[in-house]
């Protein structure tokens, strides 16, 4: 099993739409976590922590859920800009918080 | 911008050559990793330092090894490149237990 798991995509909305992303970890020891965004033949870009209370920051807002090992990622108002892959990522736990893992990626292609 | 650089870019070698990759940063972090990303895959963790030579494996770390004899940079070698060492890497720095920054990719391509 995959120590984090996201459902591929593609995601296709429209503008305006609201659009959420889950993904889930396998260790229940994962201490950190994060969103990333990718765009294509990019490399990575922190686009937020995620907190155990929820974060929110403008459009985007994070949940973390810690009985259910799963990490959500909710954003509203979708604009063409949001199209990109977006990487859940945790804490590597045989590492300690040294060093991160990711999971494949959701693609999010919003259209107009 | 976050002062991590990896050069080449792109690179084209043949089987059995080694190949290195360099990551160089300006923001004195502590951490540094190289990863590595393929379809299918997503990236996953090759080797990572926590200080000057001081190093340790990830998941994927057969037939690579690092070395950071400075803090700036860490070093990545294909001691004998294979056609399964096709692909991006990253590199990447970070303080403990926060997010990344990485580096734009190396394109590596073993004929």
């Known amino acids: 099993r995959k120590e984090v798991e996201q459902d591929p995509g593609p995601f296709n909305v429209p503008e305006g739409a609201t659009v959420a992303f889950n993904c889930t970890y396998s260790?229940?020891?994962?201490?950190?976590f994060f969103w990333y965004r990718q765009d294509c033949r990019k490399e990575p870009k922190l686009l937020m922590s995620?907190?155990?209370s929820g974060n929110e920051d403008g459009r985007f807002t994070a949940q973390l859920n810690r009985a259910s090992q799963y990490i959500s990622l909710l954003i509203r108002d979708s604009k063409l800009s949001d199209s990109a892959t977006y990487l859940c990522?945790?804490?590597?736990?045989?590492?300690?918080?040294?060093?991160?893992?990711f999971g494949s990626g959701t693609r999010l292609q919003v259209q107009p | 911008d976050a002062g991590i650089t990896q050069s080449p870019r792109h690179k084209v070698t043949e089987t059995g050559t080694p190949v290195t990759l360099r990551c160089h940063q300006t923001?004195?972090?502590?951490?540094m990793y190289w990863y590595r990303q393929d379809p299918g895959h997503g990236l996953r963790l090759i080797h990572y330092?926590?200080?000057?030579?001081?190093?340790d494996k990830g998941e994927v770390s057969d037939g690579y090894s690092v070395s950071r004899s400075k803090t700036e940079d860490f070093l990545l070698t294909l001691e004998s490149a294979t056609s399964s060492q096709t692909s991006v890497y990253f590199c990447?720095?970070?303080?403990?237990?926060?997010?990344?920054?990485f580096g734009s990719g190396t394109r590596l391509t073993v004929v």
């Open positions: 990447a720095i970070s303080e403990e237990a926060r997010g990344y920054t």
């Open positions: 260790n229940s020891a994962s201490q950190s």
């Open positions: 995620v907190y155990s």
């Open positions: 990522v945790v804490n590597r736990v045989d590492t300690g918080r040294r060093a991160l893992t």
């Open positions: 923001e004195n972090h502590r951490y």
């Open positions: 330092s926590y200080g000057v030579k001081d190093t």
